[in-house]
Nanobody, 128 residues
Framework: QVQLVESGGGSAQAGGSLRLSCVVSGYTYKRGCMGWFRQAPGKEREGVASIYVGGATYYVDSVRGRFTISQDNAKNTVYLQMNSLKPEDTAMYYC??????????????????????WGQGTQVTVSS
């Protein structure tokens, strides 16, 4: 059973940076996909960034060039480095895992329906 534990959320000023971490356990499938989603109050949960088993990374247009997803397999940890933060980045951020084989195309367009396991979420608040 996959378990995901996020940390690193908090408050930042616009233009600042935060780094989110997601420690992964029980992840058995070797051709899956990991991702970060976010959900702002009154809005649907949306995919922000994803990383394929081979290391390819994908981003939603609103964060491309500002956010970086990465993984450290030795530490079983996935990161989301968030730079040049904007107030509209304020949301609950969730780590997500696809613990089954998926193509890189599916990983690039990761949706909630693809997810096998979710973390508990970590709040990010950006003030102007």
């Amino acid at each position: 059973q996959v378990q995901l534990v996020e940390s690193g959320g908090g408050s930042a000023q616009a233009g600042g940076s935060l780094r989110l971490s997601c420690v992964v356990s029980g992840y058995t499938y070797k051709r899956g996909c990991m991702g970060w989603f976010r959900q702002a109050p009154g809005k649907e949960r949306e995919g922000v960034a994803s990383i394929y088993v081979g290391g390819a990374t994908y981003y939603v247009d609103s964060v491309r060039g500002r956010f970086t997803i990465s993984q450290d397999n030795a530490k079983n940890t996935v990161y989301l480095q968030m730079n040049s933060l904007k107030p509209e980045d304020t949301a609950m951020y969730y780590c997500a895992a696809v613990d089954k084989w998926v193509s890189d195309i599916v990983c690039a367009r990761l949706s909630r329906e693809d997810i096998n396991a979710w973390g508990q979420g970590t709040q990010v608040t950006v003030s102007s």
